[in-house]
């Protein structure tokens, strides 16, 4: 199936463009979304839940997708895990082909997201550091473990049974809330691998 993908940042501005150029595409169905690039997008991640393979999602252009480079390339890989599709009208990109230009254009992405990903690692360690220097740093609590009490070790305890049924990191961020990251971290330290 051919979905679209439409959204803009207010319910000031107009979907009326990308409309017409889904439309023109041949989407099957389109999930319009009036809501900021930094904020929830609840129709795209429904979206993203129910495609299969050999789905495609249309979108205008890239940004459509996410937040920032880190998260459009999540998206990516996560269609691709799906071995769905994903077009782009304007910058052209079609996943589905053994395209040379979608090809550079994701891996453009990868990299910047990589080097997006280590400044904020960069400006975090040097924070810490100041903080460290002025008396002020105590370190992270963490929050969800083995150990927890209340909804943290529910939410905790659901985490380790998603991820025993092989649930994938991106779903239980979705039906828990946590980051990825912390998903990660549990994983990890519960060595959690899947197949």
């Given amino acids: 199936m051919i979905f679209g993908y439409a959204r803009v940042s207010s319910n000031e501005q107009n979907l009326d463009r990308q409309l017409k150029e889904l439309e023109a595409y041949g989407c099957e169905d389109i999930i319009v979304e009036k809501q900021s690039g930094v904020m929830a997008r609840p129709e795209f991640e429904n979206l993203l839940k129910y495609i299969r393979k050999n789905d495609v999602v249309v979108c205008h252009d890239l940004t459509r997708f996410g ?53 904020i690692k960069e400006r975090q360690r040097e924070g810490i550091e100041i903080a460290k220097n002025k008396g002020a740093y105590k370190g992270g609590r963490k929050r969800y473990h083995s150990g927890a009490t209340g909804k943290e070790k529910v939410i905790y305890d659901e985490v380790i049974r998603l991820l025993h049924q092989q649930e994938s990191v991106m779903n239980i961020h979705r039906r828990t809330g946590l980051s990825r990251n912390t998903i990660y971290n549990i994983k990890h330290n519960k060595n959690i691998n899947r197949p």
Avoid: C, W
Wanted: net charge negative; charged share 30%.
């Fill in 67 to 119: 937040r920032s480079q880190i998260h459009i390339l999540q998206v990516i890989q996560e269609l691709r895990e799906k071995q769905a599709g994903l077009v782009t009208l304007k910058e052209r990109i079609d996943t589905r082909e053994d395209n040379p230009y979608s090809d550079l254009i994701v891996s453009i992405f990868s990299a910047t997201a990589e080097f997006e990903r280590k400044m």
